[in-house]
């Protein structure tokens, strides 16, 4: 039986090689098949990340090109929608991919450089009820090409150079395990774009196993753990996926990851009016996470990353006012818990992940999925 990155892996049955896709190694085995020599590929990986198809490059020759597209396709997301804020310069994208469907990236400005957040599955099929993405459900995963291309389309429009990734947009990163594991070996190549993986960041709402076999990958990315409950009756409520890893499961894959990686591990909590904002709460999210991971023979450093909830018309979910956030915050910090509010950018362009895909008709229904050469 195929696995879903097989099935994935190029969008169509008898296909052509997705170029983006392809490993440097992979790429030479390519030119060699159409009778170019193996130094070729090194030349055209490079270019191919810096966001240029075959047919602009200056240095293979018409014949090399015509090889190259009777065997394998190039293609980036294409921008269907872009929206800059006024107040901070974020920028957000609806990009459309080759068979019609879109995701959304988003370009973050900071001090220290330029992040873009990006999706890796088109859909969700997680069902978290405060996400957006996941109305409709999932349609499929993205290609490792599909989720660099984000990357090199976003750099390429803004202009400016990428230094940052988190992997918060649509989609559970760690539900396409194989795909997006091979687009981190891709983004992080010297031959291409060259970003450190201690520059990245991947957010999953608990998909157990796949964070062993992360910590198991010897790559220090950072983990961001969307926790968002500090028990197991009210995440499940909000969270299915606690039905089938509850809070102890997970905070166990979350010692292995830190003792694997020794790389930091942030907690995600979405904070919702009425469901997990109370300073209760606060005081047992601390107890929680001190009494789990806080010990004699291994403390790790804990961070919280409130995020007050974004309203979605369908989950009737509010965020508390500011003055709770802030004795939420009061409260964690009293227990030791290092805590802070994540910095709403791109307000007035409804920045949150979702919405624009929604708003443009491309809410997750599935759909027939063309030919991408």
């Known amino acids: 039986m195929k696995t879903e990155a097989e099935k994935t892996d190029n969008i169509k049955t008898n296909k052509k090689a997705e170029l983006l896709s392809l490993s440097l190694t992979e790429l030479e085995e390519l030119m060699l098949s159409v009778g170019e020599p193996r130094y070729r590929a090194k030349q055209l990986f490079s270019q191919l990340h810096r966001g240029l198809s075959p047919a602009e490059m200056t240095n293979i020759g018409k014949l090399t090109r015509q090889k190259l597209g009777e065997i394998s396709y190039y293609h980036l997301p294409e921008v269907e929608r872009k929206l800059v804020s006024a107040i901070d310069g974020t920028v957000k994208y609806l990009f459309r991919l080759c068979d019609g469907n879109c995701v959304e990236s988003v370009v973050m400005k900071y001090e220290h450089g330029n992040t873009v957040c990006i999706s890796s599955q088109v859909g969700c099929r997680m069902g978290c009820r405060f996400c957006a993405s996941t109305i409709g459900g ?14 090199i389309a976003a750099q390429k429009d803004c202009g400016e150079r990428i230094s940052n990734i988190v992997m918060m947009g649509i989609g559970e990163p760690l539900d396409n395990y194989d795909n997006v594991l091979k687009f981190l070996r891709l983004v992080g190549s010297p031959d291409g774009l060259n970003i450190g993986y201690r520059h990245i960041s991947l957010s999953s709402c608990g998909v157990v196993d796949n964070i062993y076999r992360l910590a198991r990958e010897n790559l220090p990315i950072t983990l961001s753990i969307s926790l968002h409950a500090s028990d197991d009756e009210t995440r499940s409520q909000i969270m299915p996926i606690n039905n089938r890893w509850n809070i102890s499961e997970l905070l166990s894959a979350c010692r292995e990851y830190f003792a694997a990686t020794n790389r930091k591990i942030s907690f995600e909590y979405t904070l919702i009016d009425g469901k997990n904002s109370s300073v209760a709460s606060a005081e047992r999210l601390a107890a929680l996470l001190n009494s789990n991971l806080r010990s004699k023979t291994q403390t790790m450093p804990i961070h919280v990353n409130l995020i007050p909830v974004n309203e979605v018309e369908e989950s009737g979910l509010k965020p508390p006012d500011k ?45 027939d999925v063309k030919n991408c050469e």
Request: aromatic residues 2%; positive net charge; charged residues 25%.
């Open 138 to 151: 999932k349609v499929r995963d993205l290609t490792p090409g599909e989720i660099l291309g984000q990357v």
């Open 323 to 367: 003055k709770s956030v802030a004795k939420f915050v009061a409260a964690l910090e009293a227990k030791g818990i290092r805590a802070t509010v994540r910095r709403k950018l791109g307000s007035d362009i409804n920045a949150s992940c979702g919405q624009l895909r929604r708003a443009a008709g491309n809410s997750g229904e599935a759909t």
